[in-house]
């Protein structure tokens, strides 16, 4: 499996990401204020109940993968497929751009017999299924609250649209590689051509061949998709049911603090965490660390404003703390213990698989002693004769 020291590195990189957490509400708040808030109205039921929806987020969120595997792996286990899917939440966390989840994923499959095809296929569309998700809630929320949010955030808006269309992009890229032969072609072309550039070869080396296996990659996924196009609905309804639980838990988090927002504003508050990931699709870092965190303070700052807190910003600043650390940290944490069991798991098969060859030795053995021992005596009886 993966390296203990690997694993121990991305742990070193998601405490220096909390340090920089604190050193960023340092700069744009006044801790102590932050505490008093939390001193003045932290509710610990309210808080069990967002862990509950982080719970319920994690596993409504795994069922797409699950399902893609079991649909053509029927003998794998629930548990199995269920841990593998959770491990993402831990290598997503902790690789810039969300990158380092399928990779593991693909290798975890492996260990359970699943083709290097296969699964590349079934991780594609399940990470499909979830941009598609993400887009959706997205272009509803931009066309119900576009208005009010350019006037809440004025000065910022130009960074909500390049988060989106980014995001738009990204999907849109992924449909029609997966749709358009001819579009595959020229994506290839492209890459080709530019990484003939000698400045940009020399930067990156050449990626002809990774975007050409890619684009194959994705053609597979969706002539699978085509195949049974219910399942992969399926998966895209449990990703739109595991995003809307996820956007909740702003709202609930103000409760938290004593700070509850109106529940007039709750599908305001719903859009506010959608345009709060989605305009930070751009930033490199490990959960897109600093950009979220300052999205989420820019998004709610007017929110809790218009609801009359006394200390808007010390507010906001609370809410976003108690945000980032169940959907950042706590869900990091709990893809790492997905991980551990897995990683537990794999080991455990391991020391079975040598146990029975062992006894499969074993026996070979007496086999081999038993009929050197019949030979013997069959030729002693000769000899007797």
Not at 104 to 114: E, I, S
Not at 161 to 180: A, D, H, Y
Not at 263 to 290: D, K, N, R
């Amino acid at each position: 499996m993966y390296s203990k020291k690997k694993i121990i590195k991305y742990l070193i990189l998601i405490l220096a990401i909390l340090i920089l957490l604190v050193v960023l509400l340092t700069q744009i708040g006044d801790i102590q204020k932050i505490f008093a808030v939390f001193g003045s109205g932290f509710n610990p039921l309210w808080l069990l109940l967002c862990i509950g929806l982080i719970f319920a987020y994690c596993f409504v969120y795994k069922l797409s993968l699950i399902i893609l595997v079991k649909r053509q792996y029927k003998h794998l286990k629930f548990w199995d497929l269920y841990l593998i899917s959770g491990s993402e939440f831990f290598f997503n966390a902790v690789t810039p751009f969300s990158s380092g989840g399928q990779p593991f994923q693909a290798y975890a499959l492996k260990q359970k017999n699943v083709s290097l095809s296969d699964s590349t296929s079934q991780l594609l569309l399940n990470f499909l299924a979830y941009q598609v998700s993400l887009n959706l809630i997205s272009i509803i929320c931009a066309i119900v609250y576009f208005n009010r949010l350019h006037s809440d955030i004025d000065n910022f808006i130009v960074l909500f649209i390049v988060g989106f269309s980014i995001n738009l992009f990204i999907m849109v890229l992924l449909l029609l590689l997966g749709c358009s032969k001819l579009f595959g072609k020229a994506l290839i072309g492209l890459i080709n051509g530019i990484c003939k550039i000698k400045p940009i070869k020399k930067l990156v080396g050449d990626k002809t061949a990774s975007v050409t296996q890619y684009v194959e990659d994705m053609q597979k996924a969706f002539k699978d998709m085509r195949k049974d196009m219910k399942i992969w609905f399926l998966c895209l309804f449990t990703k739109i049911a595991a995003n809307m639980i996820y956007y909740c838990v702003p709202f609930i988090g103000f409760y938290v603090i004593g700070h509850p927002i109106t529940g007039q504003e709750f599908w305001y508050c719903f859009a506010l965490t959608s345009f709060s990931l989605t305009t930070t699709i751009w930033v490199p870092l490990p959960g897109a660390s600093g950009g979220v965190e300052f999205a989420f303070l820019v998004l709610f700052k007017n929110l809790i404003t218009q609801g009359g807190a006394s200390d808007p910003d010390a507010v906001a600043q609370s809410g976003m703390l108690i945000w980032r650390l169940l959907t950042y940290y706590f869900v990091l944490g709990y893809g790492l213990v997905d991980y551990i069991l897995f990683d537990r798991s794999i080991s455990k098969d391991m020391k079975k698989n040598e146990l029975t060859l062992s006894e499969k030795e074993i026996i070979l053995e007496t086999d081999e002693s038993i009929n050197n021992d019949s030979s013997e005596e069959s030729n002693e009886n000769k000899e007797v004769k």
